[in-house]
């Protein structure tokens, strides 16, 4: 059974830094590309970034650019996210999801999501 | 970049009725088009990728269609367990997620 589980979250100051993990079991996680998708609090989704199977691509929506970092441990499984110069506007559920064909950017499985928090 | 609005933001259906929901492209996308239903509390699921392929698992009652900048998803006798919110997405590189679509029981 594939799974994903985020941890990571919490609550931080603007400015500051924060990383996110997503530890993948149930299938072969360095055959897949990876992603994060957020969720501000009542509103729609939206995708943030991604990695490629071996790590050696990467993609991040303009708002995160030089900001956050996606990377990827294919040995321990686990995909992250270092967010860094955190601002109010990226108060979000991120959540962490599979690559249902490589390259597609089409999410089939997702993690439950954490939380994460700007505020002072 | 590529803007994809739906429409409406919330409908109200009574179980047993066909719904259908829209989302329509700024610019043309092929069939590169999927959609996800996000019920209260869960994270998203795929339902519909390429516009018209029924994701595994998914009841035959969801079905997608469309190409280029208009699309839709319908549900046939909408049961009570499909409320929820649906969501279209663009596919491949900068991937863009629709506002939503909120789809209450009455």
């Known amino acids: 059974e594939v799974q994903l589980v985020e941890s990571g979250g919490g609550l931080v100051q603007p400015g500051r830094s924060l990383k996110l993990s997503c530890a993948a079991s149930?299938?072969?996680?360095?055959?897949?590309?990876m992603h994060w998708i957020r969720q501000a609090p009542t509103k729609g989704l939206e995708w943030v970034a991604s990695?490629?199977?071996?790590?050696?691509?990467?993609y991040y929506r303009d708002s995160v650019k030089g900001r956050f970092t996606i990377s990827r441990d294919n040995a321990k499984s686990t995909l992250y996210l270092q967010m860094d110069s955190l601002r109010s506007e990226d108060t979000a559920t991120y959540y962490c999801?599979?690559?249902?064909?490589?390259?597609?950017?089409?999410?089939?499985?997702w993690g439950q999501g954490v939380m994460v928090t700007v505020s002072s | 970049n590529i803007v994809m609005t739906q429409s409406p933001k919330s409908m109200s259906i009574s179980v047993g009725d066909r719904v259908t929901m829209n989302c329509k492209a700024s610019?043309?996308?092929?069939?590169?088009i999927a959609w996800y239903q996000q019920k209260p509390g869960q994270s998203p699921k795929l339902l519909i990728y390429?516009?018209?392929n029924r994701y595994t698992g998914v009841p035959d009652r969801f079905t997608g269609g469309g190409y280029g900048t208009d699309f839709t998803l319908t549900i046939n006798s909408v049961q009570a367990e499909d409320a929820a919110f649906y969501y279209c997405?663009?596919?491949?590189?900068?991937?863009?997620f629709g506002g939503g679509t909120k789809l209450e029981l009455k």
């Open positions: 999801a599979t690559d249902y064909y490589s390259g597609v950017f089409l999410f089939d499985y």
């Open positions: 149930g299938f072969t996680f360095s055959n897949y590309g």
């Open positions: 990695i490629s199977p071996s790590g050696g691509s990467t």
């Open positions: 610019q043309n996308v092929g069939n590169n």
């Open positions: 390429y516009a018209s």
């Open positions: 997405q663009r596919i491949y590189n900068s991937p863009t």
